[in-house]
């Protein structure tokens, strides 16, 4: 969570005909966690954290969602949206905790669907790290570990469960988990849900569940799709967002190096070990599953401490790549924009953009990584002649042009032995990745 004193929420504007808007000024001047009615089992929590003042999104949600209504919101990784939910929802739950071994006092009460593991992992974490003061119990589910030890949580009951869509519902073909008693519905990061293909699953989950509940729906970007979700799910909910939609953060610093594609990696080691900012944490982002594998091992031979996360690596290489760079042994995570979707990594300095993304909305989604709560953040990208028509909706879109940066020795046009020895074999490179890119989704 990224607790900061709140600024000014803005509501957004329309996207819902049976939708009721926050006003901007309901949040009202800077309040306290102390002034928002949670439990003291709660608040013990949270300043156990060292939090005092709620985000935006925090501000404005935590009412409405105690109030039972429900919500959509729009909002980013980052704006701290988890504990926006995560508490009141343990508020809400707080009149079932039970020390009771007994399976039957432990019910699922609440499910909370996320897109991929990670973000259901961070979730989970945020959920224990705010019961902790209470008897409430909570299993995380997802695939591509053993499904039995879930199997087993499940069978000695657990009143919220973090799952992602597909598990879940092996779990239902397993009759492990029953939604009877289920209060509470969130679905987090429904663009993304949308864009891995999930919506099916979803719609299945979402006609098993009791009809009288509370469903809060959170979003990046609004799409048609997404508004047509949430008209059959929601009722009448309360719109809350705290920052136009595709709006940047202006303590990030924006520049793009020109380069050829065949000196990009040079170029990349070359800032990486020149540029004494860029010593230390860096994000990569790339295009492609095999793109990020084959980069990583690369900055690995130029003696550069790197690993790579996405959907082809199992569950435990992807923990420990994202745990070895949050604790500094590996400097560099190269990453597709699917597997980095929900990474909370606290404080990072550097967004490098590799290859730019082929739409506009994911180079705020990359880059919203860093510059969070206040402080700055550096958002590099290696700039492709051929990458131009990318660069122009970049640029429309954030309303902004990104300042140019050229390093003697990469400018574009520059020769060197390395891209006469490579030149042959270019053409075959590209149509690889142009394959690959093609027939690619991450799991």
Do not use: W
């Amino acid at each position: 969570m990224n607790a900061t004193t709140p600024g000014t929420p803005l509501s957004v504007d329309g996207t819902q005909d049976n939708a009721s808007t926050v006003d901007p000024a309901a949040a009202g001047p800077a309040v306290t966690f102390d002034q928002l009615g949670l439990l003291p089992e709660l608040l013990r929590a949270v300043k156990d954290n060292g939090y005092t003042h709620p985000t935006p999104i925090q501000a404005q949600a935590i009412p409405i969602i105690m109030s039972g209504k429900d919500v959509m919101g729009g909002a980013q990784t980052g704006t701290g949206k988890t504990a926006g939910f995560t508490l009141p929802l343990l508020q809400r739950l707080a009149k079932y905790a039970s020390s009771s071994p007994s399976p039957a006092r432990h019910p699922v009460r609440a499910l909370i669907l996320a897109p991929t593991r990670e973000l259901a992992m961070q979730v989970h974490e945020s959920v224990v790290t705010y019961s902790k003061h209470m008897p409430l119990r909570s299993v995380c589910i997802y695939g591509g570990v053993d499904i039995k030890p879930q199997i087993a949580e499940l069978r000695e009951g657990r009143e919220i469960v973090v799952a992602t869509p597909g598990r879940l519902l092996d779990h239902v073909q397993q009759k492990s988990v029953s939604f009877a008693s289920v209060e509470v519905l969130v679905l987090d990061e429904a663009d993304r849900m949308l864009d891995m293909g999930f919506i099916p699953d979803i719609k299945r989950i979402l006609a098993m569940l009791p009809k009288e509940r509370q469903s809060l729906l959170f979003s990046a970007t609004f799409s048609n799709e997404i508004k047509n979700l949430a008209d059959s799910m929601l009722k009448a909910p309360q719109l809350i967002e705290v920052a136009r939609r595709n709006a940047v953060s202006e303590t990030i610093t924006h520049r793009v190096y020109p380069v050829a594609a065949d000196l990009k990696r040079s170029l990349l080691v070359h800032l990486l070990t020149h540029d004494e900012e860029k010593a230390k944490q860096v994000l990569v982002f790339v295009g492609t599953k095999f793109g990020a594998s084959r980069l990583a091992v690369y900055l690995e031979r130029q003696g550069i401490a790197a690993d790579a996360i996405h959907g082809d690596k199992s569950q435990q290489q992807r923990t420990e790549a994202l745990e070895g760079f949050k604790s500094g042994r590996i400097r560099v995570l190269v990453a597709t924009d699917v597997a980095a979707r929900g990474l909370d990594i606290d404080d990072l300095p550097h967004v490098i953009n590799y290859e730019l993304p082929h739409t506009a909305e994911d180079y705020i989604h990359r880059i919203g990584r860093t510059g969070r709560a206040g402080k700055h953040g550096d958002a590099t990208s290696l700039f492709a002649p051929e990458e131009s028509q990318r660069l122009g909706d970049i640029e429309k879109l954030i309303k902004r042009k990104i300042e140019r940066v050229e390093i003697t020795g990469f400018n574009l046009g520059t020769a060197t032995p390395e891209r006469e020895h490579g030149r042959e074999r270019t053409g075959s490179g590209h149509r690889r990745e142009h394959e690959e890119k093609r027939r690619e989704r991450e799991v």
